[in-house]
Structure formats: C-alpha cells, structure tokens
C-alpha cells in the first residue's frame, strides 16, 4: 500500500477518479498495527478496481484537520475526490470496512 504525505496527497486522492480507500493510521497505535494487514489483503483484492492508501496521520496535522481526523485508526472512501464515508476508532473494523466499500463499488 503506497503510503500518502502532505505533498501527494491532493494528486492521489483529490484529484483522483474512481474510488479511493485511504486508511489514516499512527505507528503508535495498536488497533491501527493491527489492522493493516487486513487493508492490505482488501488492496489485493479490489487490485485494480479501487485504490489504496495509507496515511501516517500524526506526520501532518493539517491534512488532520482539513480531512476531520479525530481519532485513529479512520478509514475513509473517496469518490472522485470527495469523502464518501469514514469509520472510526473502534468503528474501524475489517467487516465495516468491506461494508463501506461494497456500498459504494458497484
């Protein structure tokens, strides 16, 4: 999973057609550790279908703050550049992740 920052965040997400998936994590914070992999086996397969990112949150507070991140992990949806959906904190689950997705990938 290709891992966002301040400077590409607007090409890969805003900018972006289709669906993205972008899950905003710290390394500090153990259900986001733990859930990483999970998004990665989701990345494989939507391969080629939705997109993928990850974003080390606590590494720019204003992207934080543009985006309402409040809490971690959030997983939020995108849809040709504009948030769909999130889920947060201990919403953040690999079975309301899949949820999300298949509301939005049709």
């Known amino acids: 999973m290709i891992e966002l920052t301040k400077e590409n965040f607007n090409e890969n997400v805003i900018k972006s057609t289709g669906l993205v998936v972008v899950d905003y994590f710290a390394d500090t914070c153990p259900p986001c550790r733990e859930l990483m992999p999970l998004m990665g ?3 494989k397969e939507y391969d080629g279908k939705i997109k993928f990112f990850k974003y080390n949150a606590p590494l720019a507070n204003r992207a934080e ?3 309402q991140i409040f809490g971690l992990p959030t997983i939020s949806i995108y849809q040709n550049g504009e948030k769909q959906d999130s889920l947060k904190q201990e919403n953040a689950t ?12 049709s």
């Open 94 to 105: 690999i079975d309301n992740i899949k949820t999300m997705i298949t509301k939005y990938y």
């Open 41 to 43: 086996e989701l990345e």
């Open 65 to 67: 703050m543009e985006e």
